[in-house]
C-alpha cells in the first residue's frame, strides 16, 4: 500500500528532474548568454569577465549542479524584460491560468459528461449522430481559430462580450468556452463508448432483471463505472488544457503564464521562459500524482497490480 | 482488395475521411496546376478584397484577398503543401525513433527498458506547447526547428504501443522457434518483430498526423513557426487576426482549412485502426 505511494512519488521526482535537465540543456541551446547580456561593442575581454561573473567558464557538470540548487530555491534568475526574479513574475500569473483552466475543465466535465451519456443511451437516433458529429468537430477544430471566430461573432458583430483581457465574469466566457471545446468532446467521445461497453456487461443485465427503473439503471449501475476511464483520462486532458492555455490567452490577452512565457520568447527574456515551463510542467506532474493516489485509494486493484 | 472496399462501403465516416485525405494530398501535389494564382503576388489595388460571391464582391479573387492583395484560395492551396510536407517529415521521423525505442524497451526489457519508459514519462510530463515553445525559444523559429520540434514530440505514443505489441510477439511460438534456429537477436528483433508491429505503428503514425498539423498551425499562429512569406496556414490564420472586424474571410478559410484536414485524418485514422486490428481500440 504505502509502496505503491512510494514509489509513484519516487516517479514524479523523477520526472521533475526529467523537465529541469530539458530546461537546462534548452538554455545552453539558447547560445552564449554573455554575449546577449552584452552590447555588441563588447571586447573580447568583456565577454571573457561576463561568462566568468555567470559561472560559464566553469565545468558544465558544475553549472548543472548550481542551476538545480538555485531551482531549488525557487531562483530562475532575473527577467531582463521586467527586472525582477523571473519565478516572481511566472506566479503572479498564476492564478489567471488556474481559473481559466479550472472553469474550462468545469465546462468540459458537465457538457461532455451529459453529450456522452445522451449519446449512449440515443444509441442509432438522430440525436447521437448529431452530438457524436459535434464532438468529432469539436476535436478537430484548431483553438485558435475557434477564439478568433468566437471574437468575430460574439465581441465584434453582436458586441455581446468583449474580446479580450480579464475582468469581471463576461471576460471568462468566449476564453473558457474556447479551451474547453477539446475537452468536451474528448470527454463526450470517451464516456459514450465506455458507456455503451458497460450497458453489455451481465451486472446490468442482472439490474434489468431485479426490475428496477431505467434512471437506477443508467445513472447508478452503468453511469457510475463508465465514468471510470474519463477519470483517468483527466491527466492526459490537464496537460491539453495547459497547452491550449498557452494559445487561449493570447488570443484572448488574458494575463495568465502560457501568454507571458510567448511574451518571453518574443524578447527573448530566457529566465521567465524557463521559470514559466517548470512551473507548469511541476504543477502537471503533481495533478497526475494526485489523480494516481486519490485513484489508488478508491480503486485496491491498482494498489496490488504494482 | 474486396474485403477493403467492402469495409470502406460499411463505414460511411471512414469514407469521409479516405475522400478528405484524398482531396488534401491531392491539393498538395498538384497546387501549381490548381491555385488561380500566384501565391506571393502582392496586388495592393486589390487588398482585403472581398470573396466574390458575397454582397461585398464581386471581386477577382474566389475566397477574397489578404492585407496585400494576395489571393487567398491560392495561398491555402499552396499551404497544403507545407502542411503535408512538414507532417509527414515529422511523423516518418518520430515514428522512426518511437518505433526503435520501443522495440529494444520490449525486446531487451531490464534496465533499457527502464531508462527508455521513463524518457517517455518525463517527456510526457511537459504540456507539448510548453515544450515546443522551450525548445523554439531556444535554437529560433525556422522550418527545420519546428519539425525537429514535433518529431520530438510524437515518439513517446509509437515507443508505448510498440513496446506493448514486443512484449507479447517476444512470447510467441515463431519467436521462440528463431531462437531455437538460433538467430541472433538483432536478426529477431528486425526480420520478425519489426514486420508485426508496423501495423500498430502506421495506425499511430495517422493518427499524429493530425495532432502535428494542429500543433504546428499553431505555432505559427504564435510566429514560432514557419516565416514569411510562406503561406502557412497557421501564419495565415495569425494575420488574419488583426483584420477580423473589417475583412473576416482572411482567418476564416484557412481555420476551415485546418479543421477539415484533421477531421479527415481522425476519421481516417479510426477507420484504419478498426479495419486492421479492432482490439487496438483504444478509447479516445
Known amino acids: ?306 | 482488395m474486396r474485403r477493403l472496399w467492402r469495409a470502406i462501403r460499411r463505414s460511411p465516416s471512414g469514407l469521409v475521411g479516405i475522400v478528405l485525405v484524398g482531396v488534401f494530398i491531392f491539393t498538395a501535389i498538384a497546387a501549381p496546376v490548381l491555385a488561380p494564382m500566384d501565391p506571393v503576388s502582392i496586388d495592393l489595388a486589390n487588398r482585403l478584397g472581398a470573396p466574390t460571391w458575397t454582397l461585398e464582391g464581386p471581386g477577382a479573387h474566389p475566397l477574397g484577398a489578404d492585407q496585400l492583395g494576395r489571393d487567398i484560395l491560392s495561398r491555402i492551396i499552396w499551404g497544403s503543401r507545407i502542411t503535408l510536407v512538414v507532417a509527414v517529415t515529422a511523423v516518418v521521423m518520430s515514428g522512426a525513433l518511437g518505433v526503435l525505442l520501443g522495440l529494444l524497451a520490449g525486446f531487451l526489457g531490464g534496465w533499457a527498458e527502464r531508462v527508455i519508459m521513463r524518457l517517455a514519462d518525463v517527456q510526457l510530463s511537459i504540456p507539448l506547447m510548453l515544450f515546443a515553445l522551450l525548445i523554439i525559444g531556444a535554437l529560433g523559429p525556422s522550418l527545420f526547428n519546428l519539425i525537429i520540434v514535433l518529431a520530438l514530440t510524437g515518439w513517446t505514443r509509437f515507443a508505448r504501443i510498440v513496446r506493448g505489441e514486443t512484449l507479447s510477439l517476444r512470447e510467441r511460438e515463431f519467436v521462440m522457434s528463431v531462437r531455437a534456429a538460433g538467430a541472433t537477436g538483432l536478426r529477431i528483433m528486425m526480420r520478425h518483430i519489426l514486420p508485426n508491429v508496423m501495423t500498430a505503428a502506421i495506425v499511430v503514425a495517422t493518427l499524429e498526423v493530425a495532432r502535428v498539423v494542429i500543433l504546428e498551425s499553431a505555432l505559427s499562429f504564435l510566429g514560432m513557426g514557419l516565416q514569411p512569406p510562406e503561406a502557412s496556414w497557421g501564419r495565415m490564420l495569425a494575420e488574419g487576426r488583426d483584420y477580423i472586424a473589417s475583412a473576416w474571410w482572411l482567418a476564416t478559410f484557412p481555420g476551415v482549412a485546418i479543421l477539415l484536414v484533421v477531421l479527415g485524418v481522425n476519421l481516417f485514422g479510426d477507420w484504419l485502426r478498426d479495419y486492421f486490428d479492432p482490439k487496438l481500440q483504444e478509447n479516445r
Open chain 1, 1 to 306: 500500500m504505502s509502496g505503491y505511494f512510494a514509489g509513484r512519488l519516487l516517479e514524479s521526482l523523477v520526472a521533475i528532474l526529467g523537465v529541469l535537465t530539458i530546461v537546462f540543456i534548452a538554455a545552453r541551446l539558447t547560445g552564449d548568454p554573455a554575449v546577449l547580456l552584452l552590447p555588441i561593442s563588447a571586447s573580447d575581454a568583456d565577454i571573457a569577465r561576463m561568462r566568468q561573473e555567470l559561472g560559464l567558464d566553469r565545468p558544465l557538470l558544475e553549472q548543472y549542479l548550481s542551476f538545480l540548487a538555485n531551482v531549488l530555491r525557487g531562483d530562475f534568475g532575473v527577467s531582463f524584460e521586467h527586472h525582477r526574479p523571473a519565478m516572481q513574475v511566472v506566479l503572479e500569473r498564476l492564478p489567471a491560468t488556474f481559473e481559466l483552466a479550472g472553469v474550462a475543465l468545469l465546462i468540459g466535465a458537465a457538457v461532455g459528461i451529459v453529450a456522452g451519456l445522451v449519446a449512449a443511451l440515443a444509441r442509432g437516433t438522430v440525436l447521437e449522430l448529431i452530438a457524436m458529429g459535434v464532438a468529432l468537430i469539436g476535436q478537430a477544430t484548431p483553438i485558435f481559430w475557434l477564439g478568433i471566430v468566437l471574437i468575430l461573432v460574439f465581441a465584434v458583430e453582436l458586441q455581446w462580450l468583449p474580446a479580450g483581457g480579464r475582468g469581471g465574469l463576461d471576460h471568462i466566457i468566449l476564453p473558457a468556452i474556447t479551451l474547453a471545446t477539446f475537452t468536451t468532446a474528448s470527454i463526450a467521445r470517451l464516456l459514450r463508448s465506455s458507456m455503451i461497453e458497460v450497458l453489455k456487461e451481465d451486472y446490468i443485465r442482472t439490474a434489468w432483471a431485479k426490475g428496477l427503473v431505467p434512471r437506477i439503471v443508467y445513472l447508478r449501475h452503468a453511469a457510475r463505472n463508465a465514468l471510470i476511464p474519463v477519470i483517468t483520462m483527466i491527466g492526459i486532458l490537464a496537460g491539453e488544457l495547459f497547452s491550449g492555455a498557452v494559445v487561449t490567452e493570447t488570443i484572448f490577452s488574458w494575463p495568465g503564464v502560457g501568454r507571458v512565457v510567448v511574451q518571453a520568447i518574443e524578447t527573448k527574456d530566457f529566465a521567465v521562459v524557463q521559470a514559466g515551463v517548470t512551473v507548469i510542467s511541476v504543477i502537471f506532474i503533481g495533478f497526475n500524482l494526485l489523480v494516481d493516489l486519490l485513484y489508488g485509494l478508491v480503486d485496491p486493484r491498482i494498489r496490488i497490480a504494482s
